[in-house]
Structures are given as C-alpha cells and as structure tokens.
C-alpha cells in the first residue's frame, strides 16, 4: 500500500463551454508574466526605464516559443515523421514539447532585435531578466505535470508521482523530475539575485551565471528522466547539451570579468525632454549656462549692428563733450596743484 506520493491531475485542460483552458498553456503564459514583471524592475533598478523589458519582451518571446518548438520536433522528430505518426501533431504547441535550449537561444534573437530598435546592449538587457527566466522556467515546469509527461524512474519515495494509464505511458509511482527541475530553478533565480547584488555582475555574466547553474542541475535531472531520447555514448543527449552549454557559460563568465570588469554605468540612451534638458550624454547644467551666455553676447552684438546712423551720430557728439569737460577738469586740477605747492 503507498503511503504518500504525488498525484497527478485527471486531465490537463478544463473547458469553458467550447473554449479549451490548458495547465500547459497556463504554466506558460504566468511564467512569461513573472519575467517580465521581475526583468522590469530589475532594468529600472540599473538605469533603465519602465516598459522597455515588455517591449523587447514582445520580439524575445515569440522568437522564444517557436525556437523552443523546432529543437523539440528536431530532436524528436520520430514522435511526428515516423510511420504511423501524424506530422500536423508537430504544430500542437498546447501537448506539451518545449525545448528550453532551443526556446533560449531563438529568444535570445528576438531580443537581440529589440535591443538593436531601442539602442540597447543585449548583455544588460540579459542580465536584467536571467532570475526571471529561471523562475518561468520554475512555472513551466509544472505545465508537465498537467501533462503527465518528463517524469523519471520508477521510485517508492514519499515524494513519488502517480501517474495514470494513457497514451505512451504506464501507471506507476515515479520520480517527479518536474518537480525537481522546479525547485532546481527557484534556487537559481534566487542564486543570480544574490550574485549580482553581491559582485555587481555586468556585460552578461549574470546571464551566464544563470545558464551555468541550470545546466548543472539538468546534467542530474535530465539523467533520471526515462521518456524516449537519443543517446551519444550512453548519455541523453540533453544531458550532453547541458554540459556543453554549460562550461561556455562559465569560460564566457571568466573571459568577460577579465575583458570587461564591472558593470554598465549606463544601460539605455535617454531622449531629450520637452523642457529643453539635454539627452544622456551630452551637455550638462554648465553647457547649458555656457550655451546662454554665448546667446546673450551674440544679442548685445545684434543690438550694435542694428542701430541706426542717427543714433550713432548723437552716441558721438556725447561722447566728445565728455571728453572735453574731462580735459577741462584735468587743467584745472594740475594748476591748482602748482600754487599749492609754492607756498
């Protein structure tokens, strides 16, 4: 008799009329929310401005969704072309079937395009979502729980996953590798914050950071997973991807330290205000001073040039008349002087 496991739920979509709600779809669309709300604040936090991650968001996610579709049909591709398989299954997205490699390197493009529309580099910009995209990742994942599927080795753990007799599968307890995976991200998400707050990582090494610690614990994960999969030399060849992804993260991060330490001090161009202020970069309070008194000079010097030649006429006269009364007082003074002085 088991004592304890974790169930899975009956069915994984509920319908609202004729309107299918799907767990996966959900577990999706709550983690692209949690990224995006979480790579916001972390943005403005650095110098950047609101809306900005949702914007670039808007070219990363599509881009993310179908690069993780096609490594998924890719490197499954016998679920979908082999014979007896029906290949339309390739473009039901709501079964299930994401690849992550695939998702992150195909939404890296797509951000990679909103970061060139707005002027922006996409390492600050990876930087500001990477704990964000860990705990999607962590949301995600149980969008596999709805589904029954990506479970691991038979176990009698407390913690084992029931899961139900259906199409390409046996009932069982089995380690919830969902879960595992789940966890594995919360923790990285959280590890990435701390690191950064903590070494004030910049030019993408705590993205690198984030890629290097999930990897690490795909390698054990991926491993306990049972569902069909190619093999290179013994290994799921997840497994072999996460190693290899994984130590480029980790030679990026060394390599970027010693290249460029530090952080960005400015990581999005700010726009000139209607108030006349000047754009990011260019001329401060005492350009702006500077700028005012040349103006004034060049108004003092418009002023002379316009009068006319009868004002010039009577400016000379008076000019000339204080002349005289000033050599007259001269004259007067050095006589005094005299007399006073043969006494």
Same mark, same amino acid.
């Given at each position: ?58 070219? @990363? ?9 096609? !490594?998924?049909?890719?490197?499954? !591709?016998?679920? !979908? ?40 580099? $996409? ?28 479970? #691991? &080795?038979?176990?009698? $753990? ?6 139900? *007799? ?12 969902? $879960?595992? *995976?789940?966890?594995?991200?919360? #923790? ?34 991926? !491993? ?12 799921? $060849? ?26 960005? *001090? ?27 008194? &040349?103006?004034? *000079? ?16 009577? &400016?000379?006269? @008076?000019?000339?008349? #204080? ?16 007399? @006073?002085?043969?006494?």
């Amino acid at each position: 008799m088991d004592l304890a496991y974790i169930p899975s739920p009956s069915t994984g979509v509920i319908h609202l009329g004729p309107i299918p709600l799907r767990g996966y779809a959900f577990c999706i669309i709550i983690g692209v929310f949690v990224a995006v709300w979480l790579g916001n604040k972390r943005w403005i936090a650095r110098g950047g401005t609101a809306g900005t991650v949702a914007d670039i968001a808007v070219w @990363a996610v599509p881009f993310g969704l179908v690069g993780g579709r096609l !490594y998924h049909v890719i490197t499954d !591709y016998q679920l !979908y072309f082999s014979e007896g398989e029906n290949w339309v299954d390739a473009f039901k997205i709501w079964q299930g079937g994401l690849g992550i490699w695939g998702a992150i390197a195909l939404g890296a493009v797509g951000a990679w395009i909103g970061c060139r529309r707005r002027g922006i580099a $996409l390492p600050a910009y990876a930087d500001a979502i990477a704990p964000g995209i860990a705990f999607a990742q962590a949301i995600g994942r149980w969008g596999n729980w709805f589904n029954q599927e990506l479970y #691991g &080795k038979p176990t009698d $753990l407390p913690w084992a996953l029931k899961i139900t *007799e259906g199409p390409n599968r046996e009932a069982g307890l089995y380690h919830p590798t969902f $879960l595992y *995976e789940s966890l594995w991200n919360v #923790g990285v998400g959280f590890l990435v914050i701390w690191a950064d707050r903590r070494f004030k990582l910049g030019h993408g090494r705590a993205f690198a950071l984030y890629v290097a610690a999930y990897c690490s614990g795909r390698v054990w994960t991926e !491993y306990l997973r049972i569902d069909e999969a190619h093999h290179i030399l013994g290994l799921r $060849l997840n497994v072999w991807t996460a190693i290899v992804v994984g130590l480029l993260a980790v030679v990026y991060m060394i390599v970027s330290s010693k290249l460029r330490p530090g952080r960005e *001090e400015i990581v999005e161009p700010r726009k000139a205000t209607a108030e006349g202020e000047p754009a990011e970069g260019g001329e401060g309070a005492e350009g702006v001073k500077g700028v005012e008194g &040349k103006a004034d *000079e060049s108004a003092e010097d418009t002023a002379v040039e316009d009068r006319s030649p009868e004002d010039s006429e009577v &400016k000379a006269e @008076a000019d000339a008349d #204080g002349e005289k009364e000033t050599a007259a007082r001269e004259k007067d003074g050095a006589g005094n002087g005299a007399g @006073a002085g043969g006494r």
